[in-house]
């Protein structure tokens, strides 16, 4: 029963990752990936153990929060942003192998920075009403984003965030889109051969830490108000933003 940890440290120290990036993940419905990512490669020096590791273990989290959610997400406009994700990670990975897209991605870090501090000191000036068929242009681009760089949650939170939906509903819809990719994600990597016994067992062995921390971030939903949460996802946003700028540095 091997894992991916070289040693008991390197395993205790994923936990304590996982556990903190679970907590955001489940508290605003994304940022796991920004937080576990970056931090986890430093712990386990193979990306694709990181990659796998991270889409199995968010699995139950997100299972946990669209269950939870259910009754409050909007399936139709899920299933139109859904839509357009599957048209666009294709072309996102298509346009993966034109080059270097260093400029773009961090032309997407400035839009995060920007629309990120425009929500979060004009919070009361923004338009609260989306049409309907936005959504699959969004899709699109998040699902091109998805092919590009795996990094799909900012066109989905920039929209949900203007149509104004509670802080329930705005973390159930986003965990729902995730959720699909995921069940997308998971046989392609299978079909890949990227999905080990050793990547599973780690997988099983964070579980429990990943449920912790996503059992605090819930706790920490729960007691929040609107307008503080608003607030948090659109510092996340320029926070996420300025990282990615960081990196292209």
């Known amino acids: 029963m091997g894992t991916v940890f070289a040693s008991l440290l390197q395993f205790l120290i994923a936990c304590l990752i996982l556990a903190g990036a679970e907590a955001i993940y489940v508290l605003l419905g994304f940022g796991a990936g920004m937080v ?12 694709r153990d990181v990659v796998v590791i991270l889409l199995l273990v968010n699995l139950p989290a997100e299972a946990w929060v669209v269950a939870s959610s259910w009754r409050r997400i909007s399936w139709r406009g899920v299933l139109l942003v859904m839509a357009g994700v599957a048209a666009g990670i294709p072309l996102g ?3 993966l192998s034109a080059g270097d897209l260093g400029a773009l991605l961090n032309l997407l870090a400035v839009v995060m920075v920007v629309v990120g501090g425009v ?14 068929w936005t959504a699959p242009p969004v899709g699109l681009v998040s699902g091109v984003l998805t092919g590009l ?31 699909l990719m995921t069940l997308i994600r998971v ?21 429990p830490a990943s449920m912790l921390g996503a059992f605090l971030g819930n706790r920490i939903h729960l007691r929040i108000d609107e307008a503080t949460f608003r607030r948090l996802v659109s510092a996340a946003l320029v926070v996420i933003g300025l990282t990615l700028l960081a990196r292209g540095v």
Request: aromatic share 14%; charged share 10%; glycine share 8%.
């Open 187 to 207: 046989p392609s990597y299978a079909v890949f051969g990227l999905i080990t016994a050793p990547r599973i067992w780690s997988s099983l062995a964070l579980v």
């Open 149 to 179: 760089f795996g990094t799909g949650g900012p066109p989905l939170i920039f929209y949900y965030q203007l149509r104004g939906a509670d802080k329930t509903a705005f973390r159930g819809t986003l965990m729902a889109i995730f959720l």
């Open 93 to 95: 990975s298509w346009l």
């Open 36 to 47: 576990a990512v970056g931090l986890l490669a430093l712990v386990v020096p193979e990306l």
């Open 119 to 132: 929500f979060l000191l004009m919070p009361d000036r923004l338009p609260r009403s989306v049409p309907a």
